[in-house]
């Protein structure tokens, strides 16, 4: 019995040695490109510094910040940067100050003696009644002056010095109302429509 084990076992030799032999073909599989992983995280690192140096050189709290040279006749100096939140709250803004600008001839429309387009009111008074509404009324006035809507005497008005100054009010409320628009641009934020 022990003599045929090991004939069993040198015959199952020769067979395994015979596989071996045997050609298989072979079989190719897609390459993948050789590229490592740990590649792809340098990478990424290097790009997520180079950003953030781009962004330290352009926070003025950081030692790598380089102080911009800015055109003064380029399109878009002295206006926020493009989609940025900074300008959504400038066209807000803008939006704003053309409603009160508006509110504020309206009212001087209301409260004021004589006809249009010639119609004055006392700062006084004119104070009072815009103080029901807001505390921004000389900043306001000078805005409608600077776009040629209303119109009085000194630089500024100051509460009890100027109640006696006249304010006028240079168009019709329907003019105002018709030519008064925001121009959608953060820095000059009124337009008047010429039409």
């Known amino acids: 019995m022990a003599f045929q084990s090991t004939s069993n076992q040198i015959n199952q030799i020769n067979q395994a040695s015979e596989f071996r032999t045997l050609s298989w073909p072979k079989l190719t599989y897609p390459r993948r490109p050789i590229v490592s992983s740990v590649g792809k995280h340098i990478s990424k690192f290097n790009e997520a510094e180079k950003k953030n140096e781009q962004e330290l050189r ?31 709250r400038a066209k807000k803004a803008g939006v704003y100050m053309t409603r009160e600008i508006v509110f504020l001839c309206d009212l001087i429309s209301q409260y004021a003696d004589g006809e249009p387009p010639n119609q004055t009111i006392k700062f006084g008074p004119l104070f009072y009644a815009y103080s029901l509404y807001s505390s921004q009324l000389v900043g306001m006035l000078v805005r409608a002056r600077k776009y040629g809507l209303v119109d009085f005497q000194g630089e500024m008005l ?11 009010l240079l168009k019709p409320i329907e003019e105002i109302h018709r030519i008064v628009r925001f121009s959608g641009d953060p820095v000059h934020c009124v337009t008047i429509a010429n039409n």
């Open 58 to 88: 352009t926070n003025p709290f950081s030692k790598t910040y380089e102080i911009p040279k800015f055109d003064k006749n380029a399109p878009d100096y002295a206006r926020p940067s493009p989609g940025s939140k900074t300008e959504a």
């Open 158 to 168: 100051y509460q009890g010095q100027d109640d006696d100054k006249i304010i006028r």
